[in-house]
């Protein structure tokens, strides 16, 4: 199995350190990058931290707009994407994925429960799910609910697209070193 993973940030943050140690390569692709017609990433997967949609925290939204069809590419050739909350209230903050799926902010501590079964609940493993922060919820999406909060909310959604995988969580946590281990490793890697 192949790990490689890149992190679409602004810049270098303490989260691909944790990436590095779970997959043993973390590579750094800023908006600047990941919009420019030229550039050739090959991963696994792609990690999309909290806060991608809040310019106060980060210019990467426009350039995953700009993108959008490189990612879809990415998808359809077997790439993973795990996305968080865009933590800015922005309905639209997800529209550069190749389905629906609609933001409502709101930061709260929530009592997280996954579908029972659902490997996916690895995302928090040594977190108290009845005290999870979570940045909104999902109101509207085409994707599968794995994970809801207190009233049935949508707080972790995952979609299949081609032979990948999109999973959004508004998870205002860490991955855990064995969820991110798991979700990075693929058979080839994805030409982005």
Request: charged share 20%; hydrophobic share 40%.
């Amino acid at each position: 199995m192949i790990r490689r993973t890149g992190f679409l940030w602004d810049s270098p943050q303490l989260f691909t350190r944790l990436i590095e140690e779970c997959t043993g390569h973390c590579e750094a692709v800023t908006p600047q990058l990941l919009a420019s017609p030229f550039y050739r990433g090959r991963f696994t997967a792609l990690v999309i931290p909290t806060g991608f949609g809040n310019p106060l925290y980060s210019r990467l939204l426009p350039a995953l707009r700009a993108s959008s069809r490189r990612i879809e590419g990415f998808l359809e050739g077997g790439g993973r994407i795990l996305v968080f909350g865009a933590a800015d209230e922005r309905p639209d903050a997800y529209d550069w994925l190749p389905f629906r799926l609609t933001y409502r902010h709101g930061y709260a501590p929530r009592r997280i429960t996954f579908v029972p079964g659902s490997h996916r609940a690895t995302l928090i493993e040594g977190y108290d799910p009845d005290a999870i922060e979570c940045d909104g919820t999902f109101p509207d999406h085409d994707g599968t609910v794995v994970a809801t909060a207190e009233g049935g909310e949508a707080v972790v959604v995952e979609k299949g697209v081609g032979k990948g995988l999109v999973l959004a969580a508004t998870i205002h946590e860490y991955p855990s070193k064995t969820f991110l281990a798991s979700f990075s490793c693929g058979d080839e890697e994805v030409l982005l």
